[in-house]
């Protein structure tokens, strides 16, 4: 058995509650740009940091972190460098991809973009007809969507730009809802796909057009329209021009992507400083990884701690619960962050892995998931590491509301950790005729939750916090020795979703299985 296998047996057993100290999690509280983080409710003693130190001693973090921002080929199955980093650089950062310098051509397209995204926020550009662009609708999905709409939805209180609306589903109504209401002469589409590929999207943007050409004219899609990808020719082919695109670069993973021209949105929403305050954040966490010791170091340290949990522990979840109401997007943001990251099961050179590896993210805002999920975070069979993300202050509201939300993050990771023992729940109160309600009304404690404190969700703040998790993610899947950068997992369903579009259409189900055969004749059988 392995050291931190052996300890995660041996610290399973003993009730984390009682190691507290105020000199405990002082040591355990990090500071990672503006975020105070509190580890100090983990199963972190002088054994576990002493065996996640060497794990990773083990496996080269420290020279993979040097490989990674050197703009080394890491995503090997696709053979290319993981360098979304460059896209937070500064003027002056030497930022090589695959060999390449980057950021001559980095900060010309950031300057195209954010000059282009003033000009829609100040009412210089104008549409077809002379008029104020009003509502901006971004149509993406997957990464060329959840950074954005999430980022945006989190800036709520930055948002002094036009009417901004998401359409990401293939579902009709998705698109019919953000078009509903919307005038085509003050409506600005933007098509955001890296690849120009992504059927989902150029369904959409191919309704879209119908729609502003059926009131405007062919004419009008050059000021209506604009494209955000690295796939210049096949935007010129659905026919935006050059002038009208936006670029960015292979070596940019689209769930990684918000940086770059994908953040336009965040941009005509937000404006060009605070979009670059958001930037800045990213790149205190990008120095905060490469320059802090272990037992300092955010993303390395809760990239350790999570991937033991997952492989040694056998925790299959991680709950993101933020307290904060504009975040309500940031559980989903993650989930492809992470999942589409993490979700493999075999190492970088094609050889099963023996352990589980991605564990499935998932939450709500507080304090809405308190009356929803929390009985089973706290009375559960089985734990789950849970992340409080918890600003200070209010942006927006009153604060002494605001210091209600606060003290009930607090208080649940309070509870998690402290519980309460059946001899206390018993004398508290008993059931019905005298039933014993003491094992009912018993909380196991000792549950590990991390409690990210910050003063508020700024841009800044948020910046950092989107790339601790970008960091974190990069080592877990170093540690599992998987490739973090690849989706290969998404193909088989998209090129079966073609084959069901064709066979919904024409009756042909050959080389169907039974069950999905069946599916398709009821659905034809049965549609309008
Ligand atoms: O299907 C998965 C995926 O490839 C994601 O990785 C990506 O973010 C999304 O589709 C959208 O891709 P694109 O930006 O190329 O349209």
């Not at 009682?18 to 972190?44: C, F, I």
Request: with cysteine.
């Amino acid at each position: 058995m392995s050291t931190l296998k052996a300890l995660a047996a041996e610290l399973s057993q003993q009730p984390l509650s009682n190691w507290m100290t105020p000199e405990r999690t002082q040591s355990l509280t990090l500071q990672a740009g503006p975020w105070r983080v509190d580890l100090s409710k983990h199963y972190l003693n002088e054994a576990s940091m002493a065996a996640l130190k060497q794990w990773c001693s083990e496996r080269g973090i420290d020279q993979a972190i040097k490989d990674l921002f050197a703009g080394k080929p890491l995503n090997l199955t696709e053979g290319r460098a993981v360098m979304h980093m460059a896209m937070r650089a500064e003027a002056g950062d030497d930022c090589h991809a695959d060999g390449e310098p980057v950021m001559r051509d980095v900060l010309r397209e950031r300057e195209r973009c954010l000059a282009f995204a003033e000009r829609v926020r100040s009412g210089e550009h104008r549409g077809a007809t002379g008029e104020r662009i009003e509502r901006v609708i971004n149509i993406g999905i997957g990464g060329s969507d959840l950074g954005p709409r999430m980022a945006v939805g989190a800036l709520a209180p930055d948002h002094n730009g036009p009417d901004l609306r998401f359409v990401a589903n293939v579902d009709p109504s998705d698109l019919y809802h953000a078009l509903e209401g919307a005038d085509p002469a003050k409506t600005l589409i933007i098509v955001a796909s890296k690849t120009f590929t992504t059927i989902e999207t150029l369904t959409n943007a191919r309704a879209a057009r119908e729609w502003l050409v059926a009131s405007l004219g062919d004419a009008a899609v050059a000021d209506h329209f604009v494209a955000l990808s690295t796939a210049a020719d096949k935007v010129a082919e659905f026919g935006i021009g050059a002038e009208q695109t936006f670029g960015f670069w292979d070596w940019v993973g689209g769930r990684y992507s918000l940086w770059s021209s994908i953040g336009l949105p965040i941009m005509i929403a937000i404006g060009r400083d605070a979009f670059c305050e958001f930037l800045a954040g990213a790149r205190d966490m990008d120095q905060h990884v490469q320059s802090a010791a272990f037992e300092q170091n955010l993303p390395v340290l809760m990239g350790a701690l999570y991937a033991w949990y997952r492989q040694d522990w056998d925790k299959p979840s991680v709950a993101v619960i933020p307290y904060d109401q504009h975040l309500s997007e940031l559980p989903a943001y993650l989930q492809q962050a992470d999942m589409e990251s993490l979700g493999k099961r075999v190492d970088r050179e094609g050889n099963p892995i023996d352990h589980p590896t991605g564990a499935v993210v998932w939450g709500e805002p507080g304090t809405n998931g308190q009356h929803a999920f929390f009985q089973l975070l706290h009375q559960g069979s089985d734990w789950i590491p849970v992340e409080f993300i918890v600003p200070a202050n209010a942006r927006l509201g009153a604060q002494s509301q605001h210091d209600l939300l606060v003290a009930n993050a607090l208080a649940q990771g309070e509870a998690l950790l402290v519980g309460k023992d059946t001899d206390t729940a018993r004398a508290e109160m008993s059931g019905p005729g005298g039933l014993d309600l003491g094992p009912h009304r018993t909380f196991p404690g000792s549950r590990p939750s991390t409690l990210f404190l910050t003063e508020a969700m700024t841009p800044r703040a948020l910046g950092a916090l989107i790339a601790f998790h970008e960091h974190r993610i990069f080592v877990q899947g170093w540690l599992w020795n998987l490739n973090a950068y690849d989706q290969w997992g998404v193909e088989l369903g998209k090129a079966l979703a073609l084959s069901a579009a064709d066979a919904l259409a024409t009756g042909n189900t050959d080389g169907k299985d039974a069950s999905t055969a069946a599916a398709i004749a009821w659905v034809r059988e049965n549609r309008g």
